[in-house]
């Protein structure tokens, strides 16, 4: 894969990433749908698109599992933790996932990337900083098992000979796993209250969702999530396990951007000193031999 297709893909990868945050921020935010439904919609609705376009599946169970592991405990995160907070554990946790499975499989960073990391890690904690305050334990729980999740979708997705239908076979599978999550709320919600949950979470699986709700779960489905991933998993195949983790890092900088310029977020200074050390810790990371895999 030449160089420059490889930033092209990787480039519009993470400009899905970050428009997906800033529709699910948009549509949980304003309180148009729950985060179980928005779940549900967005997974169903990216299987459907994907359907037409690929017409034949291929992907795996294990792939789905950890698509649905991400889905799933991301959008009911958001419920308990603020989006600095949540942003902060579900990178980390996709940090530590990719980078330690590259090493139990004998790829060790070299000490230029480790120095990307580290600066790429401490300029995402600059940015999300302001959020750090008394998480609930549980939000934490379910954004790291996210980002865990998303993690090893990712690491499956470099072995990926044809993205397109890996993803739709993918989604199809992790659709049936939102099925029979969807059925277990509609359980929950017919005898009452749920136990054991933070008041927040357990609200939230109480609510109805509105056209508005849908139509933005529908758009992060279909195309920034469905067309999204399809991308992601052609970039994976020139990416290393460490350059696909660090790379990510860049997402919640292009969301801070996109939440300025579309849902009138403030630009602080802060913003832009993390955002340069993210992207210095990237270009370190991704200065390496040619002959390296």
Request: hydrophobic share 55%; net charge positive.
């Amino acid at each position: 894969m030449s160089g420059g297709r490889l930033t092209l893909l990787t480039l519009l990868a993470l400009g899905s990433f970050a428009a997906n945050s800033l529709l699910c921020r948009m549509a949980l935010g304003r309180g148009w749908i729950d985060p179980i439904s928005y779940t549900i919609v967005r997974l169903i609705s990216g299987a459907l698109v994907l359907a037409l376009l690929a017409r034949a599946w291929r992907g795996s169970w294990r792939a789905a599992t950890m698509l649905f592991l991400y889905a799933a405990p991301f959008s009911l995160a958001y419920v308990e933790l603020t989006t600095g907070t949540g942003a902060l554990i579900a990178f980390t946790a996709v940090q530590l996932t990719m980078i330690g499975a590259s090493i139990v499989t004998g790829r060790h960073p070299r000490p230029l990337e480790w120095l990307g990391v580290g600066l790429a890690m401490s300029g995402l904690y600059l940015l999300v900083r302001p959020g750090l305050v008394a998480p609930s334990m549980v939000g934490a729980m379910m954004m790291a098992i996210a980002g865990i999740g998303w993690g090893f979708y990712s690491l499956i997705g470099r072995g990926s000979t044809d993205p397109l239908k890996d993803t739709a076979g993918n989604f199809a599978r992790a659709s049936v796993m939102a099925a029979g999550l969807g059925a277990i709320v509609l359980v929950v919600r017919h005898h009452g209250p749920a136990h054991g949950l933070p008041a927040g979470m357990a609200a939230s699986l109480h609510q109805s969702w509105s056209g508005p709700g849908f139509l933005l779960a529908v758009i992060s489905g279909a195309v920034t999530s469905a067309l999204g991933y399809v991308v992601w998993y052609a970039a994976l195949r020139g990416l290393s396990a460490t350059r696909a983790a660090l790379v990510q890092t860049a997402v919640p900088v292009i969301a801070a951007v996109g939440g300025i310029l579309l849902l009138g977020e403030p630009a602080t200074p802060r913003l832009a000193v993390a955002g340069g050390m993210i992207l210095a810790g990237i270009l370190l990371t991704i200065q390496r031999p040619r002959s390296s895999n």
